[in-house]
Structure formats: structure tokens, C-alpha cells
Nanobody, 119 residues
């Protein structure tokens, strides 16, 4: 079993910043990559940032230049630094981790953390 726990969401004014954290724990042998997704009301869940085991990153165009994904491999933790936040960034943010555990491959999701950008 692999557990994913996100934290760091909240209410922030437009132009402000937030930092999300995501920690993976359990019977993990290796992690291929971790990513952040978000889902706004009435919209599909979208991938916004991903980081691979080799450290490569990729971003959705909507957040490029404003959001930064980073990791602490020793702690199986990734972070999402969100700057210059806009009201359209309001969503539930989910973390996903994919990799290998002792019993096979896994792809696990966290419970989500709410980010609200509003004045």
C-alpha cells in the first residue's frame, strides 16, 4: 500500500503565493515520477506539473513561468511553488506518484487540497 498526503492549500489573494507539499510513503521500491493535477468545478482534472526520477520537469502552458515543481528524493516528497496566483488557479490540487513497490507497479493519488484565489 502506498499513501499520498498533500498539504499547503488555502485561501490567497490574486498575485499571492502558496507552496504545496506531497509526501509518498509505504512499501515503495522506487518512484518513476510525481505530478500535480488540479480540478476546478465543472472541469476535467488536468496535469499541471510533473517531475521524473531523473529530475526532468514539464508544465502545462497555463502555469509555465509561475509554478515550480521540485522534489526531495530522500523523502519521496515533491513540492509545488505557486507564484502570481490568479483566480483561475482556484481548484482542488491532487498529487500522483507512480513507481515500483515490492508487489508490483503502483499509481497512487492523494485526497486533494483546496486552493482558492480570491480577493
Amino acid at each position: 500500500q502506498v499513501q499520498i498526503v498533500e498539504s499547503g492549500g488555502g485561501l490567497v489573494q490574486p498575485g499571492g503565493s502558496l507552496r504545496l507539499s506531497c509526501a509518498a510513503s509505504g512499501s515503495i521500491f522506487s518512484i518513476y515520477g510525481m505530478g500535480w493535477y488540479r480540478q476546478a468545478p465543472g472541469k476535467q482534472r488536468e496535469l499541471i506539473a510533473v517531475i521524473t526520477s531523473g529530475g526532468s520537469t514539464n508544465y502545462a502552458d497555463s502555469v509555465k513561468g509561475r509554478f515550480t515543481i521540485s522534489r526531495d528524493s530522500a523523502k519521496n516528497t515533491v513540492y509545488l511553488q505557486m507564484n502570481s496566483l490568479k483566480p483561475e488557479d482556484t481548484a482542488v490540487y491532487y498529487c500522483n506518484a507512480a513507481g515500483q513497490r515490492t508487489s508490483g507497479v503502483f499509481s497512487s493519488w492523494g485526497q486533494g487540497t483546496q486552493v482558492t484565489v480570491s480577493s
